[in-house]
């Protein structure tokens, strides 16, 4: 009976220590043009295409069988952009975070906005998440990072996990 009663209290101060937990404020979500823009602040300098956009924060969206107006391939000069969703567009901003310096990080994400256009989601876009931090497309390493790689791969890790970690960590 004891031990009954023991479970029916234990169970009852964990609901109400859930409840009480709950009963906070929540978290603060960061809205994500607030989070583009504190990104994008080092950037602001570029007076480009790619600049402009990356000052606004503003991707060109693509609704499904319409074209871009720079996508259209050769004919502007530059290559069709490659359609990817919003969210696997979000995750190739968000990695560049871990660029070194903060013209490394302008660099990746005007590339990005280059590259890549807001429209149907890409099922061969290589996206993956390791240690918490998610990644899209061909990852730019630093010395540091690819001896990081190797030493890692040589410990047992698989190599693209290595790459994530040593991407985001090192």
Request: proline content about 5%.
């Amino acid at each position: 009976m004891r031990k009954i009663v023991a479970v029916a209290v234990f169970a009852a101060m964990t609901m109400l220590g859930t409840v009480a937990a709950g009963a906070g404020h929540p978290p603060r979500i960061q809205p994500q043009a607030e989070r583009q823009r504190q990104q994008d602040q080092p950037c602001e300098a570029a007076t480009d295409a790619a600049g402009q956009a990356e000052q606004t924060g503003q991707a060109e969206e693509v609704r499904p069988g319409e074209q871009s107006s720079l996508s259209k391939g050769e004919e502007g000069g530059r290559p069709e952009r490659v359609e990817v969703s919003r969210s696997q567009f979000d995750i190739l901003l968000d990695q560049c975070r871990f660029a070194d310096t903060d013209e490394a990080r302008c660099a990746c994400r005007a590339a990005v906005k280059e590259k890549y256009r807001v429209g149907a989601a890409n099922p061969f876009l290589d996206c993956r998440t390791y240690s918490g931090v998610s990644v899209c497309g061909e990852l730019t390493l630093n010395p540091r990072q690819k001896a990081c790689v190797e030493e890692s791969v040589q410990g047992g890790i698989t190599y693209r996990r290595a790459e994530v970690e040593c991407y985001a960590f090192r």
